[in-house]
């Protein structure tokens, strides 16, 4: 009978400790869910100013371009005169 009340108390005690692994296990995955959740929300985030940023930066080079175009022009339109 002795033997049997072991048993069951290592038994008993397998399942508390089965419990409290799972229960562990538990609180790692929420944390690494929630985790998951920021990375995804701070992924959108920089996605978004990325985005904006390369519009800023298409919409200077091509200001840059225009103004280019014009000191080209006008540096032609001088020689042009100076020739004259």
Request: proline share 0%; aromatic share 2%; glycine share 4%.
């Amino acid at each position: 009978m002795a033997s049997l009340e072991e048993r069951l108390a290592q038994q008993e005690g397998l399942r508390a400790s089965q419990d409290r692994d799972l229960s562990d296990l538990a609180a790692t995955l929420r944390a690494q869910h929630h985790t998951l959740q920021a990375l995804a929300l701070t992924s959108s985030e920089h996605n978004f100013m990325l985005t904006d940023l390369r519009r800023q930066v298409e919409r200077l080079a091509a200001d840059t371009a225009s103004g280019l175009q014009r000191i080209t022009d006008t540096l032609a339109l001088l020689i042009e005169r100076g020739n004259e």
